[in-house]
Structure formats: structure tokens, C-alpha cells
């Protein structure tokens, strides 16, 4: 299984990203998809999920109203549209599939937001 993110980069505050995350070796529409995110010197955080068998969406309060997650299932493809973004939201993301036991993470792409 391989999860490859692309799509980081520096951006200005109020500026937008889009992040991809590709996967392969897995059935795509099996796994509920995520991102997270760990901010410099600070723990890894959830921020945003997308379930699988209903296709609902979760997010972390902190991007409520800026980002949106989104999949292509056609194309084992996982999106993170962010807008407005703030210095804060500076972090290496994380693309991550679970079904269960079975949990794979990405390498991870790196946003910075220069104020």
C-alpha cells in the first residue's frame, strides 16, 4: 500500500492549496480517508475525514468554513481544498486510510503560510 501527497508549498495568509493524495495497492472505496497534520514541535492533529460508506465528512473545528475533503474514487485519489489560510495552519499533512486494523499513512507534505 502507498499513499503519496502532493500539492504543499508556501502560500501567503488568505491564500489557498489544494493537497492530492494518491493511493494504490488497496481498495480505494473500502478505507474511510483522512487528513492530518502536525504543526511544528507539536503533536500530530486530525483534520479532516471522509467516510467511506456514506460518504460523510468530519472536521476539526480549527478549518470549519475553509477546508473541504473530497475523493475521487474512479481515480483512488483523495483531495484537501484549503482556503483562508492562516499561519497556523502551517504543519506537514498527512494523508491516512483505515478500515479497521488495517491503517496506512503517507509521507506527508509540507504547507507553509507566511504571514
Known amino acids: 500500500v502507498q499513499l503519496v501527497e502532493s500539492g504543499g508549498g508556501l502560500v501567503q495568509t488568505g491564500g489557498s492549496l489544494r493537497l492530492s493524495c494518491t493511493a494504490s495497492?488497496?481498495?480505494?472505496?473500502?478505507?474511510?480517508m483522512a487528513w492530518f497534520r502536525q504543526p511544528p514541535g507539536k503533536d500530530r492533529e486530525f483534520v479532516a475525514s471522509?467516510?467511506?460508506?456514506?460518504?460523510?465528512?468530519y472536521y476539526a473545528d480549527s478549518v470549519k468554513g475553509r477546508f473541504t475533503i473530497y475523493r475521487v474514487n474512479s481515480n483512488n485519489t483523495l483531495l484537501l481544498r484549503m482556503n483562508s489560510l492562516e499561519p497556523e495552519d502551517t504543519a506537514v499533512y498527512y494523508c491516512?486510510?483505515?478500515?479497521?486494523?488495517?491503517?496506512?499513512w503517507g509521507q506527508g507534505t509540507q504547507v507553509t503560510v507566511s504571514s
Open positions: 491516512n486510510a483505515n478500515a479497521g486494523l488495517r491503517d496506512y
Open positions: 495497492g488497496l481498495t480505494f472505496n473500502q478505507y474511510t
Open positions: 471522509h467516510i467511506h460508506k456514506d460518504g460523510s465528512t
